[in-house]
């Protein structure tokens, strides 16, 4: 296993060298890999081992990849930090079978790495459609989390503006085998990155070209695994309901909301306060970055590590 240890972190914050900095393939590098349940789950581990311990979990289109630029950070903070490319995504496996995107599948699967590494209890951070697998994770093993933060994520359907694909998909007017069908040639894949990440940002040409980039190409021949996956996350996504309170109720220990408020999924006048009703998070707890949209690891590294180190250091002993 190639464990970044705490110095190297912390060369990474003393050169001010930033991950957004380098290619995608650059980071790729950097991923160990594990097999859990028979597929290759991609992960970047930072910081030294003996450390408490946070998962980072990503959403749609992106990867660990969001958090080149934080994650070094955080583990400087005096954490490990493991951040897994989820089934399906970035340089984990893709695939095709509906099964193993179940949401408690992926869940078990992100629970199943941790007992890989070693690690018994870990805080959980959240962004996302990366919330679904980590309120599975609540529901399946709360005494095994120290705290959650959720990041631009949702615990319901309020508030969401769901991209026009799928929102289609949720209509039934398209269906995910079509909706993914040309993902083998580049410049549709670039096309539906570009959708994804101009509405994180501020609308049509406004995401960076190297963000457009890196997602269209992690979207390339993913066509199959994101069917798969889509055709498994939209009924969650519109049943919610029962399942998650059951979930969401099965945890009560320290919370965090750190939002960006320019989002165009995620509306934060609704999501904050149904985020902090379900979760008991209290007001002091509840972080707004008024100049961040939905990717705020990267619209506003300063702001979110400032917020999430502060959280984690009051609720963890390091």
Do not use: C
Not at 134 to 143: H, K, L, R, T
Not at 147 to 168: C, K
Not at 182 to 191: I, K, N, Q, S, Y
């Amino acid at each position: 296993m190639k464990h970044l240890l705490l110095s190297t972190a912390l060369l990474f914050a003393a050169t001010q060298v930033s991950l957004a900095e380098t290619p995608r393939e650059t980071h790729r590098a950097m991923l160990d890999r594990a097999n859990i349940g028979g597929h290759g789950i991609a992960y970047l581990d930072l910081g030294h081992p003996d450390d408490p311990a946070v998962m980072l979990l990503h959403g749609i289109p992106t990867s660990s990849y969001l958090y080149r630029d934080v994650a070094p950070r955080i583990a400087a903070a005096g954490y490990r930090v493991i951040v897994p490319d989820l089934l399906g995504h970035g340089a984990s496996d893709r695939p095709d079978d509906m099964a193993v995107y179940a949401t408690e599948a992926r869940a078990a699967r992100m629970l199943e790495l941790a007992d890989s590494l070693g690690i018994e209890r870990f805080a959980l951070v959240l962004h996302d459609v990366g919330g679904m697998t980590g309120w599975s994770m609540v529901g399946q093993a709360p005494e095994r989390l120290t705290s959650i933060a959720a990041t631009n994520t949702l615990a319901g359907l309020d508030g969401v503006t769901p991209a026009p694909l799928v929102m289609q998909m949720m209509a039934g007017q398209v269906s995910p085998m079509d909706a993914f069908a040309d993902l083998d040639d580049p410049a549709v894949a670039r096309e539906m990155a570009q959708m994804w990440m101009d509405q994180g940002y501020s609308g049509p040409g406004t995401a960076p070209a190297q963000e457009v980039d890196a997602y269209g190409m992690d979207l390339v021949g993913a066509g199959a695994a994101y069917s798969a996956f889509f055709g498994m996350a939209v009924p969650a996504f519109m049943q919610g309901g029962e399942a998650l309170a059951a979930d969401l109720a099965a945890y009560d220990g320290p919370t965090a909301i750190i939002f960006g408020e320019q989002d165009g999924f995620f509306a934060p006048d609704i999501v904050i306060p149904d985020l902090a009703a379900k979760l008991g998070t209290d007001e002091g707890d509840i972080t707004r970055i008024t100049d961040a949209g939905h990717f705020l690891q990267t619209q506003a590294p300063d702001a979110y590590v400032a917020a999430l180190t502060a959280f984690l250091n009051n609720n963890l002993e390091n």
